[in-house]
């Protein structure tokens, strides 16, 4: 697949801490960016019944009817509906991109997720992380360092094994670029060789994104699926 293209579908996605080896270089070119900066708290929050129907819409409602729902506040995510499935659903916020994607405080960026359990207790802490951080006024590089420290003294678990997610929803806003991109599911784990999934490969359906020289060293698998979690048809994907 090509790589520049791939790169750019990795920023539509809101992979969290999937940030480029030269993360902690100079941020001076944010000023050139269309978002240089986090815009005042207020336009990244929701109407709290709006954000639980678009976290939900994350899944097919088979999943999500009985899924936790978490909805952002304004002192970080909170508990808004109880599940019974294991499965959280919630909507993640433009700062879960790479570091140096131009969105990073796009104050439109709403990219629901529904994780499984596994999902739930190794890969939430980290969208929670980058939230918390946000929230307390960190800069860019600032997070970057609080990420790896946090990574170092253990405090953000693992992949767990099976951990995955569905990103199915039709209302997504994942980039200005391309709003909606395609509906997928998510597959985390820790640093594994992209071969082993046959990731990558001429006319294999899967993705891959290896975060070695990230804080927390990752594998994202993405896996395109043809419909929305409405069960409309969606966009075929082409590599």
């Known amino acids: 697949m090509n790589r520049t293209r791939f790169a750019v579908l990795v920023s539509l996605i809101f992979v969290p801490i999937l940030v480029a080896a030269g993360a902690l270089r100079t941020w001076a070119e944010d000023n050139k960016a269309p978002y240089p900066s986090m815009a005042p708290l207020d336009q990244y929050l929701m109407e709290r019944d709006a954000e639980i129907a678009l976290a939900r819409s994350a899944a097919p409602e088979s999943i999500s009817q009985d899924a936790e729902v978490l909805v952002l506040g304004t002192h ?88 995955m997610c569905y990103m199915m929803s039709k209302q997504a806003y994942l980039s200005d670029r391309d709003p909606r991109w395609h509906p997928h599911l998510m597959f985390f784990a820790p640093l594994t060789d992209p071969a082993a999934w046959g990731a990558d490969l001429s006319g294999s359906p899967i993705l891959a994104f290896n975060g070695k020289d990230n804080p927390e060293p990752i594998t994202v698998f993405l896996i395109p699926v043809g419909q929305w979690s409405d069960g409309t048809p969606a966009p075929m994907f082409a590599q």
């Open 76 to 163: 970080g995510y909170e508990t808004a509906a109880k599940g019974k499935n294991g499965f959280v659903c919630t909507v993640q916020r433009s700062w879960i991109a790479p570091f140096d994607d131009p969105g990073f405080w796009n104050p439109k960026g709403r990219a629901p997720v529904c994780l499984n359990a596994p999902a739930a207790r190794s890969y939430l802490p980290l969208i929670l992380k980058r939230t918390e951080l946000v929230l307390a006024g960190r800069s860019k590089a600032q997070m970057f360092e609080d990420l790896k420290a946090a990574v170092d003294r253990k405090e953000l678990p693992a992949m767990e094994s099976g951990a």
